[in-house]
């Protein structure tokens, strides 16, 4: 596993640590926020990438403290290694408060719940020592309970799920109309409704975005390609909306 800078100055810092994965897993990006020496992981991934995903983190703090971990939501890409996270370091997790009843079934220890925090519907502000992260919701994008993080320093809106791309070779987007071909489909299927998004979209609007990084594939950088992801969603008819009729009764046998 390796680390890309995202942007630096003289007391903050963003890292993209590069997916770690087999065939048998999707890949995911994980990011690291770092300001005056206090940092905070998001969507730290599962038990296959823990350990990795640790050892990137306690280099790139270079002494200094995870004070957070933030949820976007409760898929186990994102959550299944939270209870190794809490027992090593102090840091306080952050998720979506519907799931915070749910995240324990990944083994979570009773001695470690009462650092599993909720964030309520409306979202909220993550104070990282003196840097004031935005929790913005992203309900039904896929999760029920979905939150993006939007950093006002270097103008970064962590996406999770809404912009992954899967099977491209390059981490910023250049070109987007041959882009949306690796998005399309996913974002067919696991996006709830065209309703949800521009929701999303009117109060993504009101941010500074430069960069939209999502949790799988490539980046968009710049407000012109920023702009482009906006209009896209909503224009996207995906999830409840391409339900014209029932699916029929299943025939299929799916035993050996």
């Known amino acids: 596993m390796s680390n890309i800078t995202l942007f630096e100055n003289s007391n903050h810092a963003n890292y993209l640590l590069e997916p770690f994965g087999g065939e048998e897993m999707i890949p995911a990006n994980q990011h690291l926020i770092i300001h005056e020496g ?9 038990h296959k990438v823990y350990s990795h995903v640790l050892s990137e983190v306690s280099s790139l703090l270079k002494g200094g403290q995870l004070e957070m971990i933030f949820l976007s939501h409760q898929d186990p890409d994102i959550v299944a290694a939270l209870n190794g996270w809490l027992m090593t370091t ?15 079934h990944f083994g979570l220890d009773r001695f470690m719940k009462h650092r599993l925090k909720g964030i309520p519907d409306e979202g909220g502000i993550l104070n990282l020592h003196g840097c004031e992260l935005i929790a913005v919701p992203a309900h039904f994008l896929h999760s029920v309970g979905n939150f993006h993080l939007f950093d006002p320093v270097s103008r970064i809106l962590y996406t999770g799920d809404l912009g992954a791309s899967v099977g491209e070779d390059y981490r910023v987007v250049s070109d987007f109309d041959r882009h949306v071909p690796l998005m399309d489909g996913f974002h067919r299927r696991y996006m709830t409704s065209q309703r949800a998004l521009k ?15 999502p949790q799988h594939g490539a980046m968009f950088q710049g407000r012109d390609m920023v702009e482009r992801f906006f209009a896209w969603c909503e224009t996207l008819s995906c999830g409840v909306d391409l339900m014209d009729e029932a699916y029929p009764l299943p025939t299929q046998r799916l035993n050996p």
């Open 38 to 46: 206090r940092g905070i992981i998001l969507d730290p991934g599962g």
């Open 199 to 213: 929701a999303w979209a009117a109060i993504a609007r009101k941010l500074p975005v430069e960069t939209i990084a």
């Open 90 to 104: 102090d840091a306080v997790a952050y998720s979506p408060e519907i799931w915070t009843r749910f995240i324990p």
